[in-house]
């Protein structure tokens, strides 16, 4: 709730930081209305917890879905009631945010349903919109999928750029070793080559980057019958779409 509350309290800065003038100036502070929030196409929901904070204390929020919850064009997630002023200042931050994380979940599910019966993962990025990352990582796990990387911190991700300000991919895994051995590491690689030199070093995950269907293959067969290959996770990435996962 602190982190919601803190977000939002910075999003009705940016959208209002002299007040809403026009509300304030047409609407007179006593008056109380009731507003419905529906949807308007069909979708996974997101914003059960963030929904009741999105209003003043003098509002009264009753939230009809739970997260995860698919629902159809026209159900009422729910609805509001106080004060005027309170209600029309802050709808469009709530939409706003609610509608992209209803749009993440959504989205999330349909590929988290195409890839379950194979027992493959759909995990997130870190190209999340800045300011709001955990928002959207929280929509993702709501749609089905799985967070990978919360931030930087969280593990080591050694990428192409990576490996060309290094020198080699070799010296970027040596360097990685020594300094933070105690982390998680990860190499991208686009092609096999790169993979058997991984190996010969130790990691504990690729990330096959932009390969066609043949080379993922191969390179999950190189992998896999490496010492501790069934132990190294493989994720890829790059022109996967509904139509091809």
Known sequence: DEYILKKLSEFWEEDMPGGDVTTLSTIPDETYIQAEIHAMEELVFAGNTIIPHCFGKGCQVEINSDDGDFLSRGDVIGIIGGPARDILSRERVMLNLVQRLCGIATVAQQYAKLADPYNVKILDTRKTTPGIRLFEKYAVVIGGAYNHRLNLSDGILIKDNHIVSAGSINKAIEFARKSRGDLPLEVEV????????????????????????????????????????????????????????
């Not at 191969?218 to 996962?245: C, H, K, P, W, Y």
């Open 190 to 245: 686009d092609n096999l080559d790169q993979i058997n030199e991984s190996l010969i070093l130790g990691v504990d995950g690729f990330l096959l980057d932009n390969m066609n269907v043949d080379n993922i293959r191969t390179a999950v067969s190189i992998i896999r019958q490496a010492e501790n290959g069934d132990n190294i996770f493989i994720e890829a990435s790059g022109g996967i779409t509904l139509e091809n996962i």
